[in-house]
């Protein structure tokens, strides 16, 4: 089955910074990469995702770079601020005719440090 | 307001005992999920299910059971045969547009604790 590697599994940085997150994964058939942002005794929310056949999207102060051929997809977050502290996770699933069953990394936890 | 509720929050079981984590959507969403949740692995899927009385075993669910007689409730159980049941517990939903590629969308989780 897929396996998703993460890292760095903790990142500190300061407020004003950038934050990179990367991604590793392990079947070619995937083509869904979400982002998902964990806070404190929340359950994750979704902060973007792309699709393989787009190689970068960006949401204001997050992006998200996918190389196929490398199979690896990293999260760039810039000029971070003290909310962007949180656990971060990648995760990859592949097209089926139903459902989405996303295999998740070992999450990222980020703290930007005003 | 549109979401997912997993109740109760904290639940705390003596070693031996089944214990039931509930979970409610009003997402009118199909497909319902639960993961589970341990420091530095992860989420790692237990069940799931696409529509009402259909269900397939994850990646672990070795000790678990589950039901779905509603589109709105995805009970978990855990039982006494799963031999590490402290964790935090996630339940999601979603809803594919394009199929495969739906977001999650998750509660806030149940932490239950087993001594």
């Known amino acids: 089955g897929e396996n998703v590697e993460q890292h760095p599994s903790t990142l500190s940085v300061q407020e004003g910074d950038s934050a990179v997150i990367k991604c590793t994964y392990s079947?070619?058939?995937?083509?869904?990469f979400p982002w998902y942002k964990q806070e404190l005794g929340k359950g994750p929310q979704l902060i973007i995702d792309?699709?393989?056949?787009?190689g970068e999207k960006k949401d204001q102060r997050i992006a998200v770079t996918l190389n196929k051929t490398a199979k690896h997809f990293s999260l760039h977050i810039t000029e971070t601020q003290p909310e962007d502290s949180a656990v971060y996770f990648c995760?990859?699933?592949?097209?089926?005719?139903?459902?989405?069953?996303?295999?998740f990394g070992g999450g990222t936890r980020v703290l930007v440090k005003p | 307001d549109g979401g997912i509720t997993q109740s109760p929050k904290y639940l705390f079981r003596k070693e031996g005992q089944n214990v039931t984590l509930s979970c409610e959507q009003n997402?009118?969403?199909?497909?319902m999920y639960w993961y589970r949740q341990d420091p530095g692995q992860g989420l790692r899927l237990i069940y799931y299910?696409?529509?009402?009385?259909?269900?397939q075993k994850g990646d672990i669910a070795e000790g678990y059971s589950v039901s779905r007689e509603k589109k709105e409730s995805f009970p978990l159980t855990v039982t006494s045969a799963q031999k590490n049941p402290t964790a935090f517990y996630l339940c999601?939903?979603?809803?594919?547009?394009?199929?495969?590629?739906?977001?999650?969308?998750f509660g806030n989780g149940t932490r239950l604790t087993v001594t």
């Open positions: 999601a939903s979603s809803a594919p547009d394009t199929p495969g590629y739906s977001p999650l969308h």
């Open positions: 079947d070619s058939a995937s083509n869904y």
């Open positions: 792309i699709r393989s056949n787009v």
């Open positions: 995760a990859a699933s592949i097209h089926r005719a139903a459902g989405n069953k996303l295999t």
């Open positions: 997402l009118n969403h199909d497909a």
């Open positions: 299910s696409q529509i009402v009385n259909d269900f």
